[in-house]
C-alpha cells in the first residue's frame, strides 16, 4: 500500500494531538494564574531504504508562555498576585516544591495555609501555619501578620512570609498537574532559594494569559489541517483499489 496513508494518518493523528494543547488552553481561559502551552508542527523523515520524497508530521509542545496575565482586584485579603517575575512557592501531595503564580489562598481548620488546590503554601521556614486570629494581612514583600485573637487593633504580629522565587524561566517546565518545576538536568541539591526583591499586591489575583480569540483560531485551523490529511488519506486508497483493478484486467 502507498505510504501516503500513512503520512496522511500520521498527519491527522498530529492535527489532533495540537488541537488538544490548544483545547486545554481555551479551557483554562479564566483559570488563576494559568500559563498557556504553545504547540509547533516539525516535519520528521521517514526512515528505510527509499527517496526522501515523504516527511512525517510531527507536533510537539516547545514550552510555556510565561509572560504574565491581567490583575483582577477581588479586595479579599488573602488573595496575592505576584508582581512583575516570579513564584509562589507549594507543597503538592507528593511532598515536592513546585511553583504557582495561582495566589488564591485559603486557611484550613488547623491554620494551614493553602491554596486553590488544596496545596500546602510555603513560608521561608516550611509550610506556612497561623494561630488563631482575629485579623490578617498580607504585605507586598509576602509577610503575614495577625492580630491574635482579643488583641487590640494596633497589635500586628508577624508570623512567617510566603516563600516567593525567582528561578530562570529557562529551568523551568510545566507539568501535568500544571504546576511549573525546575528540569531535570536545572534541579538543585536542596530547596529553591526565597528572592527577597519580589513583591506581592494583596487583594489581586493574576488572571490566565490566554487570548481566547487566538486560541480558537489555531483551533479552526487545525480542524481543516485535519481534513485536509483525512482527504490525503481517502485519496491514497482510491488510489491504491484503482491500481488494484487495473492489475485484475491484465
Same mark, same amino acid.
Not at 500500500?1 to 494543547?21: C, V
Not at 507536533?59 to 510565561?66: F, N, Q, V
Not at 508570623?159 to 510566603?162: A, E, F, S, T, V
Given at each position: 500500500?502507498?505510504?501516503?496513508?500513512?503520512?496522511?494518518?500520521?498527519?491527522?493523528?498530529?492535527?489532533?494531538?495540537?488541537?488538544?494543547?490548544h483545547a486545554n488552553n481555551l479551557a483554562n481561559v479564566s483559570t488563576t494564574g494559568f500559563k498557556k502551552d504553545f504547540a509547533q508542527a516539525r516535519s520528521?523523515?521517514?526512515? *528505510?531504504e527509499h527517496h526522501p520524497?515523504? &516527511?512525517?508530521?510531527? /507536533?510537539? %509542545?516547545? *514550552?510555556?508562555?510565561?509572560?504574565?496575565? &491581567?490583575?483582577?482586584? /477581588?479586595? %479579599?485579603?488573602?488573595?496575592?498576585?505576584?508582581e512583575g517575575d516570579g513564584w509562589l512557592a507549594v507543597q503538592n501531595q507528593r511532598g515536592e516544591e513546585v511553583f504557582t503564580r495561582s495566589g488564591s489562598l485559603q486557611i484550613d481548620v488547623n491554620g494551614l495555609v493553602r491554596n486553590a488546590n488544596g496545596d500546602?503554601?510555603?513560608?521561608?521556614?516550611?509550610?506556612?501555619?497561623?494561630p488563631p486570629f482575629d485579623n490578617v494581612q498580607i504585605g507586598a514583600d509576602g509577610t503575614i501578620s495577625i492580630i491574635p485573637v482579643g488583641g487590640p487593633?494596633?497589635?500586628l504580629v508577624e508570623?512567617?512570609?510566603?516563600k516567593l522565587v525567582n528561578p530562570p524561566p529557562g529551568a523551568?517546565?510545566?507539568?501535568?498537574?500544571?504546576?511549573?518545576?525546575?528540569?531535570?538536568?536545572?534541579?538543585l541539591d536542596g530547596p529553591e532559594p526565597p528572592d527577597g526583591n519580589m513583591r506581592v499586591a494583596s487583594g489581586f489575583l493574576e488572571g490566565s494569559n490566554v487570548n481566547a480569540v487566538e486560541e480558537m483560531i489555531?483551533?479552526?485551523?487545525?480542524?481543516?489541517?485535519?481534513?485536509m490529511q483525512v482527504k490525503v488519506m481517502s485519496t491514497a486508497n482510491e488510489n491504491s483499489e484503482a491500481s488494484a483493478r487495473l492489475l485484475q484486467n491484465l
Open positions: 500500500m502507498d505510504k501516503a496513508l500513512y503520512i496522511g494518518m500520521s498527519g491527522a493523528k498530529q492535527n489532533m494531538l495540537a488541537q488538544r494543547a520528521m523523515a521517514v526512515f *528505510g520524497t515523504r &516527511a512525517y508530521a510531527m /507536533t510537539e %509542545r516547545p *514550552g510555556t508562555d510565561l509572560s504574565a496575565g &491581567a490583575l483582577m482586584e /477581588t479586595g %479579599r485579603k488573602l488573595d496575592v498576585a505576584v500546602m503554601v510555603m513560608g521561608n521556614g516550611g509550610p506556612v501555619a497561623l487593633p494596633d497589635q508570623i512567617d512570609r510566603l523551568l517546565e510545566k507539568g501535568e498537574d500544571g504546576y511549573m518545576r525546575r528540569k531535570p538536568d536545572q534541579a489555531a483551533n479552526l485551523q487545525l480542524s481543516r489541517q485535519y481534513e
